[in-house]
Nanobody, 115 residues
Framework: QVQLVESGGGWVQPGGSLRLSCAAS????????MRWYRQAPGEQRELVAA???????NYVDSVKGRFTISRDNAKNTVYLQMNSLKPEDTAVYYC?????????WGQGTQVTVSS
């Protein structure tokens, strides 16, 4: 049974930083893509960032230059470094792993940016 466990969410003031982590437990093979999504209240889930097994990355325009996605393949872990946070970044953040045997989702971690 594969589970994705997220950590690192919380409350931060505007301009602050947080680092999210998402680690897979259980037997998981060949994670092709690791992604971070977010969902704000009343909004649709939005793809924030993605990274391939080769290290190629892409970001939604609203976070470019502020967020950095990275992965540790040996640990089956993906990270999201979030800097210069804004109130509009407030959301529940979810990780998603895509493998040859299907996709997996984390349970979500709340990020709140407010003064």
């Amino acid at each position: 049974q594969v589970q994705l466990v997220e950590s690192g969410g919380g409350w931060v003031q505007p301009g602050g930083s947080l680092r999210l982590s998402c680690a897979a437990s259980g037997r998981i093979f060949s994670i092709a893509i690791m992604r971070w999504y977010r969902q704000a209240p009343g909004e649709q889930r939005e793809l924030v960032a993605a990274i391939t097994s080769g290290g190629d990355t892409n970001y939604v325009d609203s976070v470019k230059g502020r967020f950095t996605i990275s992965r540790d393949n040996a640990k089956n872990t993906v990270y999201l470094q979030m800097n210069s946070l804004k109130p509009e970044d407030t959301a529940v953040y979810y990780c998603n792993f895509v493998t040859g045997r299907g996709g997996y989702w984390g349970q979500g971690t709340q990020v709140t940016v407010s003064s």
